[in-house]
């Protein structure tokens, strides 16, 4: 999680992805990201490095319906 700073929100996801944003919150954050040796994730971010203009070819539209069910399902026991 992290605060919207940009008025482009793929570039504050992006942030949040690279682990340089603050939690608004005032949550401390744990890294347990395995460390990887071609430098794709690791102790650095557990997520490659991604430039915002990346998120529009990966990311897709889902209804209102199925937003609910997949929040509901993050909700569950781990």
Known sequence: MGPREQEDWRRDAA????LKAIDPRGWN???HAPEVAD???GTGG????WK??????SLHGIRS???TQLL???K???
């Open 52 to 57: 915002p203009e990346h998120f529009n070819s």
């Open 39 to 41: 430098g794709c994730s």
């Open 46 to 49: 557990p997520f490659m490095a």
């Open 65 to 67: 319906a199925s937003a």
């Open 72 to 74: 509901i399902a993050l």
């Open 29 to 31: 954050s744990v890294d």
């Open 76 to 78: 569950g026991e781990w």
């Open 15 to 18: 942030s949040v992805m690279a």
